[in-house]
């Protein structure tokens, strides 16, 4: 969809976010207040994308902290509304539109405050779970957040797996908290006959690759162990920390955001989840994500 | 989501930043009010016209139309399916063009104004309200099977009653049952095409003689010559009216220059052949006067007669399962059909309000499913499947003449994605042809249309003389 856009390379997504602006400069009076901060992709280059998917009509609403969270991001705050089938989706909007778009924009306009840039989707819908598909691919997001209520984040857990989301997990925790105070802390659980070794090195090379792109070595932590159930583990150690960051698991072709184990570890949590999203697809195996076709 | 999406986004309105060329956006964008999301594919596209269709031809035609024509019923469900591509075509091309709820409705009244708008779009409610009506009657004459099968004997014929006792739920199931459904349409009709393949094939083969005794071939044609074949075609084209709930729904359907006239085009294409064949298979194993007497639920005894009680429980399943989705697919299009024509302001706004916790229209179903449970009671099935097919063929008839009309205007605003093939050719057809049907209908059914269609143009007069909705784009 967007790569066929001129404007929108999908392989490299700070120009996504350059072009986001543009591509929402009318839609919502609420960048007219971001652009007034400036463009994104002039002030900071390197703003991790985020996606915060919102219910808006169901009186879901910015939980406390958030916004200090994501003010080194670009958020894309994808208010959305699920309208059973039996709804034309124009007949939801014609009613609900005005008052979801008012809501959104007070959203927004919180979150550009606290120092975020902030672009404003809003969506009626027969299925969330495609529309947030369809979002997380045309804004290229490098992560998804799970929203619930934070203190000042002081400390941030990022689940590493292994080498493969590396490049991603490090630019959204560099990119959101090398200007903060925030302590990270890398947690490895190893696998049943992974050796520690691999592990080790495994954090090493992150930690490296978070230092360089600007974190400070000693807001760095490592942890290493060998649970049982490295869910539950994540779980466990998250509840020291502020924040967690972790992958996307099962790289299927249907992606599910909320798919069990984030989605497991936010409800234990009860704290902000972000889920790293895995690099996309090309072109040809997108269209074989075609919601409404399985 | 294929490449070409990008040339058919909806981006109504607003003017395109200069340093670019206009703005491709996929996804209906409303700015200040959000955007739609396109959940439907070509599964589900088929699926729905499929749905709609394939429970009034096979499960409840077959003996009222081979009483009357014969062997030759299925050249009656061949025409009908001849009139529908015809139409389907220049249909898919306004859909794409005007990809909005309403259907047939939204392009009369953009294409030839609002006067035959309201006359269509109070006459497209009033047109899904007879044929829902007329499912249910089905659906209440497959649920009296069961209590036949199961050997119950009830004093009176409980069809009409069942019927009314489904209508009444499904009304009550659309407003307050917030799961989604296209889903269990998916499945009910794979399950539906699985059943008719096998029972049909058998069928097939059994009629040709390969098995079974090799059955005496009717004379083809009824006495009377083709006249009592096209009447039959008139009666039996309540068969096809699904497909253009289809274009209702074009503004969630992804990819819709492929998707739309694939899903309309496949879907009359599909019903079409299952339709020829049960009336070839049906007639092959009785007699056709025979076939007529069992009324409404022959494709039971059909069944009965090839593969007894298994074979007729079969199809007492796959009745219920298909008159059920027609009735239902039926009463949600009647609700968008008063959606659309309330949302012009020719009918009270208040129609179309959705009620937030359950995100229905509660007011448009109720306004469909009231009149239908009505109608069922009547118990009338030819005369509520004549009446259906008078105001749709009406509607199939001018959406033809709008698709002329537009491209000789051709104004700014008409870009469809897909164009119909020989589109004045196909469409002045599809008119004749639309129109010289009703001429076989019943006087009686003729009437009754009329009789809508004047009081909806002077509810017009009355109500909205100040509404101008032509080209409003």
């Given at each position: 969809?967007?790569?066929?856009?001129?404007?929108?390379?999908?392989?490299?997504?700070?120009?996504?976010?350059?072009?986001?602006?543009?591509?929402?400069?009318?839609?919502?009076?609420?960048?007219?207040?971001?652009?007034?901060?400036?463009d994104?992709?002039?002030?900071?280059?390197?703003?991790?994308?985020?996606l915060?998917?919102?219910?808006?009509?169901?009186?879901?609403?910015?939980?406390?902290?958030?916004?200090e969270?994501?003010?080194?991001?670009?958020?894309?705050?994808?208010g959305?509304?699920?309208?059973?089938?039996?709804?034309?989706?124009?007949?939801?909007?014609?009613?609900?539109?005005?008052?979801?778009?008012?809501?959104?924009?007070?959203?927004?306009?919180?979150?550009?405050?606290?120092?975020?840039?902030?672009?404003?989707?809003l969506?009626?819908?027969?299925?969330?779970?495609?529309?947030?598909?369809?979002?997380?691919?045309?804004?290229?997001?490098?992560?998804?957040?799970?929203?619930?209520?934070?203190?000042?984040?002081?400390?941030?857990l990022?689940?590493?797996?292994?080498?493969?989301?590396?490049?991603?997990?490090?630019?959204?925790?560099?990119?959101?908290?090398?200007?903060?105070?925030?302590?990270?802390?890398?947690?490895?659980?190893?696998d049943?006959?992974?050796?520690?070794?691999?592990?080790e090195?495994?954090?090493?090379?992150?930690?490296?690759?978070?230092?360089?792109r600007?974190?400070?070595?000693?807001?760095?932590?490592?942890?290493?162990?060998?649970?049982?159930?490295?869910?539950?583990?994540?779980?466990?150690?998250?509840?020291?920390?502020?924040?967690v960051?972790?992958?996307?698991?099962?790289?299927?072709?249907?992606?599910?955001?909320f798919?069990?184990?984030?989605?497991?570890?936010?409800?234990?949590?009860?704290?902000p989840?972000?889920?790293?999203?895995?690099?996309?697809?090309?072109?040809?195996?997108?269209?074989?994500?075609?919601p409404g076709?399985? | 989501?294929?490449?070409d999406?990008?040339?058919k986004?909806?981006?109504?309105?607003?003017?395109?930043?200069?340093?670019?060329?206009?703005?491709?956006?996929?996804h209906?964008?409303d700015?200040?009010?959000?955007?739609l999301?396109?959940?439907i594919?070509?599964?589900?596209?088929?699926?729905?016209?499929?749905?709609?269709?394939?429970?009034?031809?096979i499960?409840?035609?077959?003996?009222?139309?081979?009483?009357?024509?014969?062997?030759?019923?299925?050249?009656?469900?061949?025409?009908?399916?001849?009139?529908?591509?015809?139409?389907?075509?220049?249909?898919?091309e306004?859909?794409?063009?005007?990809?909005?709820?309403?259907?047939?409705?939204?392009?009369?009244?953009?294409?030839?104004?609002?006067?035959?708008?309201?006359?269509?779009?109070?006459?497209?409610?009033?047109?899904?309200?007879?044929?829902?009506?007329?499912?249910?009657?089905?659906?209440?004459?497959?649920?009296?099977?069961v209590?036949?099968?199961?050997?119950?004997?009830?004093?009176?014929?409980?069809?009409?009653?069942l019927?009314?006792a489904?209508?009444v739920?499904?009304?009550?199931?659309?407003?307050?049952?917030?799961?989604n459904?296209?889903?269990?349409q998916?499945a009910?009709?794979?399950?539906?095409?699985?059943?008719?393949?096998?029972?049909l094939?058998y069928?097939?083969?059994?009629?040709?003689?390969?098995?079974?005794?090799?059955?005496?071939?009717?004379?083809?044609?009824?006495?009377?010559?083709?006249?009592?074949?096209?009447?039959?075609?008139?009666?039996v084209?309540?068969?096809?009216?699904g497909?253009?709930?289809?274009?209702?729904?074009?503004?969630?359907?992804?990819?819709?220059s492929?998707?739309?006239?694939?899903?309309?085009?496949?879907?009359?294409?599909v019903?079409?052949?299952?339709?020829?064949?049960t009336?070839?298979?049906?007639?092959?194993?009785?007699?056709?006067?025979r076939?007529?007497?069992?009324?409404?639920?022959?494709?039971?005894?059909?069944?009965?007669?090839?593969v007894?009680?298994?074979?007729?429980?079969?199809?007492?399943?796959?009745?219920?399962?298909?008159?059920?989705?027609?009735?239902?697919?039926?009463?949600?299009?009647?609700?968008?059909?008063?959606?659309?024509?309330?949302?012009?302001?020719?009918?009270?706004?208040?129609?179309s309000?959705?009620?937030?916790?359950?995100?229905?229209?509660?007011?448009?179903?109720?306004?469909?499913?009231?009149?239908?449970?009505?109608?069922?009671?009547?118990?009338?099935?030819?005369?509520?499947?004549e009446?259906?097919?008078?105001?749709?063929?009406?509607?199939?008839?001018?959406?033809?003449v709008?698709l002329?009309?537009?491209?000789?205007?051709?104004?700014e605003?008409?870009?469809?994605?897909?164009?119909?093939?020989?589109?004045?050719?196909?469409?002045?057809?599809g008119?004749?042809?639309?129109?010289?049907l009703?001429?076989?209908?019943?006087?009686?059914?003729?009437?009754?249309?009329?009789?809508?269609?004047v009081?909806?143009?002077?509810?017009?007069?009355?109500?909205?003389?100040?509404?101008?909705?032509?080209?409003?784009?």
């Amino acid at each position: 969809m967007t790569d066929t856009d001129p404007t929108t390379p999908t392989d490299a997504p700070t120009d996504t976010a350059a072009d986001a602006p543009t591509d929402t400069a009318a839609d919502a009076p609420t960048d007219t207040a971001t652009e007034a901060d400036g463009d994104p992709s002039i002030d900071r280059p390197d703003r991790p994308t985020v996606l915060y998917p919102i219910r808006v009509l169901e009186g879901e609403s910015l939980p406390t902290g958030i916004a200090e969270l994501l003010a080194n991001a670009h958020v894309v705050l994808a208010g959305y509304h699920v309208i059973p089938e039996q709804t034309a989706a124009d007949q939801a909007r014609e009613q609900f539109g005005e008052r979801a778009m008012a809501k959104l924009e007070e959203f927004a306009a919180a979150l550009s405050d606290a120092g975020a840039t902030v672009d404003v989707r809003l969506v009626f819908t027969h299925e969330a779970q495609a529309t947030i598909n369809r979002l997380i691919y045309e804004h290229d997001c490098l992560a998804v957040l799970v929203p619930n209520g934070v203190d000042v984040p002081e400390s941030v857990l990022l689940a590493v797996r292994g080498d493969v989301g590396l490049d991603r997990n490090t630019r959204l925790v560099a990119g959101l908290f090398a200007t903060t105070d925030a302590t990270i802390t890398l947690y490895h659980a190893l696998d049943g006959d992974e050796p520690d070794a691999e592990g080790e090195s495994l954090l090493e090379t992150t930690t490296a690759a978070l230092v360089d792109r600007g974190v400070s070595p000693e807001a760095i932590e490592t942890i290493l162990d060998r649970p049982d159930a490295p869910i539950e583990a994540i779980a466990g150690h998250a509840a020291d920390h502020d924040a967690v960051v972790m992958g996307e698991t099962d790289p299927s072709v249907t992606t599910f955001v909320f798919g069990m184990p984030s989605e497991q570890v936010a409800e234990r949590f009860l704290g902000p989840v972000f889920v790293v999203q895995r690099e996309r697809p090309g072109e040809g195996q997108a269209g074989d994500d075609e919601p409404g076709e399985e | 989501m294929g490449p070409d999406d990008a040339t058919k986004r909806d981006d109504r309105g607003d003017p395109a930043p200069p340093d670019q060329p206009a703005p491709a956006v996929e996804h209906d964008r409303d700015r200040g009010e959000g955007e739609l999301e396109r959940t439907i594919g070509l599964v589900g596209g088929l699926a729905i016209g499929i749905g709609t269709m394939i429970g009034a031809g096979i499960f409840v035609f077959p003996g009222l139309a081979a009483e009357s024509a014969g062997p030759a019923a299925s050249l009656s469900f061949a025409i009908g399916a001849v009139v529908a591509l015809l139409v389907a075509l220049p249909l898919s091309e306004l859909a794409t063009a005007m990809p909005r709820s309403g259907g047939g409705y939204f392009f009369i009244s953009r294409g030839l104004g609002t006067g035959p708008g309201a006359v269509i779009g109070i006459g497209l409610w009033l047109g899904l309200v007879f044929a829902s009506a007329f499912y249910l009657v089905g659906l209440g004459s497959y649920a009296g099977q069961v209590f036949a099968e199961a050997g119950i004997s009830l004093p009176v014929d409980p069809a009409v009653p069942l019927g009314v006792a489904f209508g009444v739920a499904l009304t009550v199931l659309s407003v307050f049952g917030t799961e989604n459904t296209a889903s269990l349409q998916n499945a009910i009709v794979i399950v539906l095409l699985v059943i008719l393949t096998l029972f049909l094939s058998y069928g097939s083969l059994d009629a040709l003689g390969v098995f079974g005794t090799e059955s005496t071939p009717e004379r083809f044609l009824p006495p009377g010559g083709m006249v009592p074949v096209l009447r039959t075609a008139a009666l039996v084209f309540t068969s096809y009216l699904g497909f253009a709930q289809v274009a209702t729904v074009a503004g969630d359907i992804t990819d819709p220059s492929r998707n739309l006239p694939l899903a309309m085009v496949g879907s009359v294409l599909v019903v079409g052949a299952f339709y020829v064949v049960t009336i070839f298979v049906a007639t092959s194993a009785f007699g056709s006067a025979r076939l007529g007497g069992f009324g409404e639920t022959a494709m039971v005894e059909v069944a009965r007669a090839f593969v007894g009680l298994p074979g007729a429980l079969a199809i007492v399943v796959a009745g219920l399962l298909a008159t059920f989705s027609s009735a239902n697919a039926s009463i949600l299009s009647a609700s968008r059909a008063v959606y659309a024509v309330s949302r012009d302001d020719l009918l009270p706004t208040s129609a179309s309000r959705l009620n937030l916790r359950y995100g229905t229209p509660h007011v448009a179903l109720g306004m469909a499913g009231g009149p239908i449970v009505v109608l069922a009671a009547t118990g009338q099935v030819e005369l509520l499947a004549e009446v259906a097919s008078v105001l749709h063929l009406v509607m199939y008839g001018l959406v033809c003449v709008a698709l002329i009309q537009l491209r000789r205007e051709s104004p700014e605003w008409y870009t469809p994605s897909f164009r119909c093939p020989a589109g004045f050719l196909v469409a002045g057809l599809g008119t004749l042809a639309s129109l010289s049907l009703i001429a076989f209908m019943q006087p009686a059914s003729i009437g009754v249309g009329a009789a809508v269609m004047v009081a909806a143009y002077a509810w017009y007069r009355y109500y909205a003389t100040d509404v101008e909705l032509k080209g409003a784009f």
